[in-house]
């Protein structure tokens, strides 16, 4: 299973990268095709011990779409970028999906405007955040594509939410919430309420509202909103988990007997904040686009970028973008939705 990686993108270069690769390798059977300047690559792999071998295909893009840059001027002037050739190897069939850490705006912007583009019938694509929850894992879109919406965008999303719950996380017939202010129907913004009797009548297993106590709570197993709240419930959630752990670690050193407790409960305490951490899901799948694509955080280790690998090599075998043509196809929002 070769998927594309975009072995520069990110807050910390090509380190995280290579050696996420390198685990993908070794841990979930990933044959990571890595894309960036081939001599610095070929570095990193010598210096890891593994280069020569077949399982590293190197793929040289001098290019590196900035984070500063406007993301389709960017593209379309740097055809030979890692974000741009990463898209290409997808599109041409040579890699199966592809992850970055890069520029999430130029990821979007290659894929739907240059090499992979929009699966016919879909709006708009989504970034789909999975959520760790006390259920599980709860799917949140769109957490970053859309910031302004209309109704039957949210509707499409919450069955691509719906599609994707099923073929990543196994759940048969996910339930759909709308996140919004209160639990009656008639709360929320003018989108909220004009969105709830389309879904309502849309044939998924929709739930009601969502508030945002029940986000982690896992209320349902796909939430969907625009990309605004989305990122916002995101960032929150992210920075509410750090802070938790900080504050949890800082009373255990308060004392020797926290210290002794801690040392107890260490095994139960590394799970928790490993369940709580974004580095076990990788990253965020874009779905609506013709292939697989995960887009991860800036900040992402090594651990993060293997498991976002793991994750796109499962949805590759999962079908989950021919799932996705099967249902716009069938289910045609864009013809009811006005211009």
Request: with cysteine.
């Amino acid at each position: 299973m070769k998927i594309a990686l975009d072995a520069v993108g990110g807050d910390f270069g090509l380190a995280p990268n290579i050696d996420g690769a390198v685990h993908a390798a070794n841990a979930f059977g990933v044959e990571p095709i890595l894309v960036g300047p081939a001599a610095k690559i070929q570095a990193e792999l010598s210096a890891r011990g593994v280069a020569g071998d077949p399982r590293f295909e190197i793929v040289d893009a001098p290019d590196v779409v900035e984070m500063h840059e406007e993301p389709s001027a960017a593209c379309k002037s740097k055809p030979r970028s890692s974000i741009m050739v990463c898209g290409d190897l997808v599109a041409g069939g040579k890699a199966e999906g592809m992850v970055s850490a890069g520029h999430s705006g130029a990821t979007m912007a290659s894929v739907t405007l240059w090499n992979l583009k929009r699966i016919p019938g879909i709006l708009r694509p989504a970034i789909a955040a999975p959520i760790p929850t006390a259920r599980g894992v709860t799917v949140l879109l769109d957490a970053g594509a859309n910031v302004d919406c209309k109704p039957w965008h949210l509707v499409q999303f919450a069955q691509m939410g719906s599609i994707l719950a099923k073929h990543l996380y196994g759940v048969e017939n996910p339930s759909v919430g709308i996140l919004t202010i209160g639990e009656e129907e008639g709360k929320g913004n003018e989108l909220v309420k004009a969105t709830f009797p389309l879904l309502k009548d849309s044939g998924l297993n929709f739930a009601g509202s969502v508030e945002g106590r029940d986000v982690p709570a896992g209320k349902t197993d796909v939430v969907v909103c625009d990309a605004f709240v989305g990122n916002v419930v995101i960032k929150t959630m992210e920075g509410t988990a750090a802070a938790i752990v900080g504050l949890l670690k800082s009373e255990i050193m308060s004392s020797w007997r926290y210290k002794l407790a801690g040392l107890v409960l260490k095994g139960p305490l590394t799970r928790l904040k490993r369940r709580m951490s974004y580095d076990e899901y990788g990253g965020a799948p874009l779905v609506g686009v013709n292939g697989v694509v995960v887009i991860c955080h800036g900040a992402s280790n090594a651990r993060a970028i293997s498991h976002a690998l793991k994750a796109a090599k499962k949805l590759a075998e999962s079908g989950l973008v021919a799932a996705l043509r099967e249902s716009a196809a069938r289910a045609p929002v864009a013809e009811k939705a006005p211009n």
